[in-house]
């Protein structure tokens, strides 16, 4: 294999430059909608506002301390701020545009579908609410924004699907799992092109998944066949329901896990070996190193991250990297990429077979074109690089 010139000028070995990642083509496939709002963002709608509310900008890194409070914290300030359809539009275009500058090519966007207090006051009293239904309309529009004007922006027309999430943390019973999971299967057959899948996601800690949430999507169990689901999985240590989404992996569609902090041993043998599903699928695990850190409080940095437990283990696991909450956790795609890449010690060809991986555990329905699309962009990628290292060989010293 040639060397890279730009690698290795950057870096003096081959490990990638954070220049080179960016220039890479990436897929992610973890991302909150929420979460993935910028801090500044949020601080320029809360200044329009103007009544008096702010948000003092932090870097949760620097802390670890109750840092899974901290984060539910910060969803919970995220959700009054975006309080309206309109600053849902505003926040999901700034969302795609933010991915899109990083070279993502394709974004498998998540979010649980919420509704927002009219002013307007039916009759009997009741507060009027805009529907779920127009949660997803406000987010396909932005969405829709977003393309008609990428191509000339960006360069590319970076493709975007939803998951639609169900928030464990809002279960309270097996009844409101249910009404969750209708409402999202209601959605996908209004938009069947946008909607490719179920995340289950929310606060670990509330111990909604055995009594409630599981019996839940086991009633609905055909549903899934048609809509694939991924768990954030093992984020806290609960070996039990990580036993229990395991062996219900078959039955509920689960193709993707988030996270796997704290799966057991057997369990993670057990997806190492395959056969999980009928059809010899892969299951795709969704590494988010950042998240990860803060969430396992992992003081000596990435170097004891989970990562090396799946990678190169078996052919039938997929790894993707992502970003989980770009807001939240102050990264980006490439950053994330690159901490792990340095961590681990990952090759340029580490990472572009990690972007492959990512691409093939997608619930997109068109994985081949989007491979496609991938091996393009990334010949000229390439060219680009090279092109920048003859320049940097023009520079004079
Ligand atoms: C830190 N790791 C995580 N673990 C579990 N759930 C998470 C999460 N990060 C985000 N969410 C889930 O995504 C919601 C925000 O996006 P949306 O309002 O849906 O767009 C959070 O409220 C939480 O339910």
């Not at 977003?146 to 279960?171: I, N, P, Y």
């Not at 309270?172 to 999202?184: C, R």
């Not at 999507?217 to 954030?232: G, S």
Request: proline letters at 4%; one cysteine or more; glycine letters at 4%.
């Amino acid at each position: 294999m040639p060397a890279d010139p730009v690698l290795d000028a950057a870096a003096g070995d081959q490990l990638p430059s954070l220049e080179e990642i960016r220039a890479l083509p990436k897929v992610e496939l973890h991302a909150h909608l929420s979460g993935s709002i910028t801090q500044e963002k949020l601080i320029e709608l809360l200044a329009r506002r103007g009544n008096g509310d702010t948000f003092t900008p932090f870097d949760c890194r620097l802390d670890l301390s109750n840092a899974l409070e901290k984060c539910f914290d910060y969803f919970a300030k995220v959700a009054t701020v975006v309080t309206d359809l309109q600053a849902l539009r505003e926040s999901t275009l700034h969302v795609l545009e933010f991915f899109a500058a990083d070279r993502c090519i394709y974004l498998e966007l998540r979010t649980s579908p919420k509704q927002f207090k009219l002013n307007a006051v039916e009759s009997d009293g009741v507060e009027v609410l805009t529907t779920k239904l127009q949660y997803l309309q406000a987010v396909s529009d932005s969405i829709q924004e977003f393309q008609s004007q990428a191509q000339a922006r960006f360069g590319f027309v970076m493709e975007v699907k939803v998951l639609l999430s169900v928030d464990r943390g809002r279960v309270t019973s097996k009844e409101s799992a249910l009404q969750q999971i209708d409402d999202i299967v209601a959605m996908h057959v209004q938009y069947p092109n946008l909607v490719v899948g179920i995340d289950v996601c929310g606060n670990p800690s509330k111990p909604t998944v055995l009594p409630y949430l599981i019996p839940a999507l086991l009633e609905r169990k055909d549903a899934f066949l048609k809509l694939p689901i991924t768990f954030h999985t093992a984020e806290t240590q609960d070996d039990e329901e990580s036993r229990l989404v395991l062996s219900s992996m078959r039955e509920l569609n689960i193709r993707r896990l988030g996270h796997v902090c704290f799966f057991p041993d057997e369990c993670r043998e057990e997806v190492l070996k395959g056969g999980i599903h009928a059809d010899g699928g892969c299951v795709g695990i969704e590494i988010c190193p950042t998240s990860n850190l803060v969430t396992r409080g992992l003081k000596n940095g990435l170097a004891d991250h989970h990562f090396l437990d799946w990678w190169k283990k078996s052919d039938h696991v997929l790894l993707s990297i992502n970003t989980d909450d770009t807001g939240l956790f102050s990264c980006d795609l490439s950053s994330e990429i690159h901490d792990l890449a340095r961590a681990f010690r990952l090759s340029r060809e580490d990472l572009i077979e990690i972007q492959r991986q990512a691409l093939r555990s997608s619930f997109h329905p068109e994985k081949q074109r989007l491979l496609e699309t991938f091996d393009a962009m990334l010949s000229s990628s390439k060219v680009d690089s090279e092109q920048a290292a003859k320049r940097l060989k023009t520079v004079p010293s």
